[in-house]
């Protein structure tokens, strides 16, 4: 099993990104699919969810609004579309997959994203 993410880099604030999770191995009805963040200094944080059952989605209010995650089971991806970006949303952004039945995670190696004028 894998994660791979994909899409990061430095934007303007105002300005869009879309980050996709390119997941090999896992049946996504079994998982819940979530993007978490980690900025220098400060602890991960969970960004958005989104249930494989159902596809119910969650977001932390600092992003309400302007982050939308999404999945395409024909491409194993889980895509988090970023817009209206602002400064403090710099960090690492890291796919996580978790299956509930084994409470356990799986990480992709993140990516950075920086918004900066």
């Known amino acids: 099993v894998q994660l791979v993410e994909s899409g990061g880099g430095l934007v303007q604030p105002g300005g869009s990104l879309r980050l996709s999770c390119l997941a090999s191995?896992?049946?996504?009805?079994?998982?819940?699919m979530r993007w978490y963040r980690q900025a220098p200094g400060k602890e991960r944080e969970l960004v958005a969810s989104?249930?494989?059952?159902?596809?119910?989605?969650n977001y932390a209010d600092s992003v309400k609004g302007r982050f939308t995650i999404s999945t395409d089971n024909a491409r194993n991806t889980v895509t988090l579309q970023m817009n209206s970006l602002k400064p403090e949303d710099t960090a690492v952004y890291f796919c996580?997959?978790?299956?509930?039945?084994?409470?356990?995670?799986?990480w992709g190696q993140g990516t950075q994203v920086t918004v900066s004028s």
């Open positions: 191995g896992f049946t996504f009805r079994d998982y819940v």
């Open positions: 996580n997959f978790y299956r509930r039945v084994f409470a356990r995670n799986y």
């Open positions: 989104i249930n494989g059952i159902g596809g119910s989605t």
